[in-house]
């Protein structure tokens, strides 16, 4: 056989396996490359779960809520590797922020970087340095956020036949604690509605619409909440401070905001008050049309005191007396809706405004924007003729 042959075949087989690693390298920036970026999206959203739960005990502490035996940065530690645990993340460093995301020295003054930064579980919190948070300016606040940052390494399906047999994920995630952003004036008006949508039936009592939808299905939806007959389960007035009042108290706590701090989720005992059909509460609760308002939604009630330590126990959280007659009710609390306020039809027939298909004819119309889980919704401040303060917990990175 001539030897210019046997040396086509050999530059062949060259050619042959140079495309074969070449195929396998495709196969695997396919393969693997869309697994990587799933693997990225997870990790992300287990940081972002670890950052909020180390925010939630900085809330839990702004609250005014009694200090872990342990310390608050112990319990910050613990929240976060323990929310990392649980989402199949590592998390080799978190450190703490101002409400800006600014990062903090242990001083409390601004850090030039992690490098320098307070660590979380580091054995004390910031100290308050009295100043102001400027997120503009990037002026440091007090400690009032958690800054993770995650990793996940993940095995590959096709590139370990060319030598990368592993991936690794990184993602950063900063969650804050403080007055939330974005939800308009922070109103609270004492009027609370179940979690889930409701409609009425044709003697007026209130049930829930069919297929069951929770109003977080239908946000940023024009939505007409329609007010059935007073008993639970309905959309019902508050009573901040039952029993007592009136008409005229249920106005002034419209207009002058005065609800008691309520951590979510928590047992609130409430009672409906004064004249529902009073053209006063009418008028008070359109002096918020267009502006984004507050009220609690409740997914439980109880007819006897119930037992507050397992608000978090389902399915009866506590309760042993689910559901009961009347209006005076143990309502649990999971959450607080912002509500953009269109118009409130509560005086006279308002069956073409606020009938549902059920013959409503009083109601609330307008968008829920958002939905708030975590944190202290807390009350006005002034001897309460100011608007209410939402502590919460958020994003910001």
């Given at each position: ?172 995630a900063t969650a804050v ?188 119309i307008g968008k829920f ?29």
């Amino acid at each position: 056989m001539p030897e210019g042959r046997d040396h086509q075949r050999g530059q062949a087989i060259v050619v042959m396996a140079i495309a074969v690693i070449a195929i396998v390298a495709g196969v695997g920036l396919i393969v693997d490359g869309g697994n990587a970026w799933a693997q990225q999206r997870i990790t992300q959203a287990g940081n972002d779960a670890s950052a909020e739960a180390g925010a939630v005990v900085l809330a839990q502490m702004g609250a005014g809520q009694t200090a872990p035996v342990a310390g608050w940065d112990d319990a910050v530690s613990k929240a976060v590797n323990n929310s990392a645990t649980k989402n199949g993340i590592t998390i080799p460093a978190a450190f703490y922020t101002d409400i800006c995301g600014t990062l903090l020295r242990a001083d409390g003054t601004k850090a030039s970087g992690t490098g320098d930064a307070a660590l979380v579980g580091g054995g004390i919190l910031p100290a308050i340095n009295g100043t102001d948070p400027d997120c503009p300016s990037g002026a440091a606040g007090p400690v009032a956020g958690v800054e993770a940052g995650a990793s996940k390494t993940f095995r590959s399906f096709i590139s370990g036949a060319i030598g990368i047999g592993q991936l690794t994920a990184n993602t950063k995630a900063t969650a804050v604690t403080g007055l939330l952003q974005g939800l308009g004036s922070g109103t609270v008006i004492p009027v609370t509605a179940p979690v889930f949508a409701v409609t009425c039936d044709g003697t007026g009592e209130v049930q829930p619409v069919v297929p069951p939808t929770d109003w977080a299905d239908l946000k940023n939806i024009r939505v007409i909440v329609p007010l059935c007959k007073n008993n639970p389960g309905n959309v019902g007035w508050l009573d901040w401070t039952p029993k007592g009042g009136g008409t005229s108290e249920l106005i002034q706590s419209i207009l002058y905001p005065d609800n008691p701090p309520i951590p979510l989720p928590s047992w609130q005992y409430v009672t409906s008050t004064g004249n529902v059909n009073s053209k006063g509460v009418e008028d008070a609760i359109n002096t918020y049309i267009g502006e984004v308002v507050m009220f609690p939604n409740f997914d439980l009630t109880c007819a006897s005191d119930p037992d507050k330590t397992k608000v978090n126990d389902a399915p009866a959280y506590g309760c042993g007396d689910i559901g009961g007659q009347g209006q005076n009710q143990w309502y649990r609390i999971p959450q607080f809706a912002a509500f953009e306020l269109e118009r409130a039809h509560l005086t006279g027939n308002n069956k073409a405004a606020c009938d549902t298909g059920n013959g409503a004819t009083s109601c609330l119309i307008g968008k829920f924007v958002d939905f708030i889980t975590v944190g202290t919704v807390g009350p006005g401040v002034g001897g309460g003729t100011t608007k209410s303060a939402i502590l919460g917990v958020q994003l910001i990175k």
